[in-house]
């Protein structure tokens, strides 16, 4: 066989081993897991672990001078709504207007940090009453919990019904009704669970 013949047949050996190599490849990088800004990684991971502490942190310091249970008695009795009438009953697009809300918008909306409250209340905190719903949580979405004890005699905060107490509305002589059901003896009203849950936008 000529030399030319021999090279010829080396040359398409080449092309065709290089072509093999080059689909082998494509497939591999087709197949293999895309890392996106959301996938499971360390910096996830650590940035996940800041959100709760900071999560923790402002329920820590808004149920210790009491800005937190300001919120949950936010309650306009009459219409049955946290949003002074409005509907929905609960606020879609940042924390209620009071100092939990404010820390709520500073701490975590002002750093494209979305948010959603949700207050557990009755037997085991069977029952949940929605605050804040600004969506639905991402899967790397943190959870920071805190419990709030109401008394019988809490005065409600919403506007123009701050000489209304729990009591009142639970023996029926004040109009309409709390979200929350008088579930403790004695003095205490309830105790509720207060749930933030937090997602990066």
Do not use: C, K
């Amino acid at each position: 066989m000529p030399p030319s013949e021999d090279r010829a047949q080396a040359h398409t050996l080449e092309a065709f081993a290089a072509a093999i190599l080059i689909v082998a490849g494509l497939t591999f990088a087709l197949q293999a897991t895309a890392v996106t800004p959301l996938s499971a990684s360390t910096s996830n991971q650590h940035l996940e672990n800041q959100q709760r502490a900071v999560a923790d942190d402002l329920l820590e310091t808004s149920a210790a001078n009491g800005d937190l249970e300001d919120a949950l008695l936010r309650w306009d009795p009459v219409n049955e709504t946290f949003t002074d009438g409005r509907s929905p009953s609960y606020f879609t697009a940042g924390g209620p207007p009071n100092a939990f809300g404010e820390a709520l918008n500073a701490t975590f909306g002002e750093r494209r940090i979305a948010f959603n409250v949700h207050i557990r209340h009755g037997s085991d905190n069977g029952d949940e009453t929605t605050l804040v719903d600004m969506g639905s949580p991402s899967d790397n979405a943190v959870t920071a919990t805190r419990t709030v004890v109401l008394t019988d005699d809490a005065n409600l905060t919403a506007p123009g019904h701050g000489n209304t107490t729990l009591r009142a509305l639970s023996n029926g002589s004040e109009p309409g009704e709390f979200y929350a059901a008088d579930a403790a003896v004695g003095a205490i009203y309830d105790r509720m669970e207060v749930r933030i849950v937090v997602w990066q936008l």
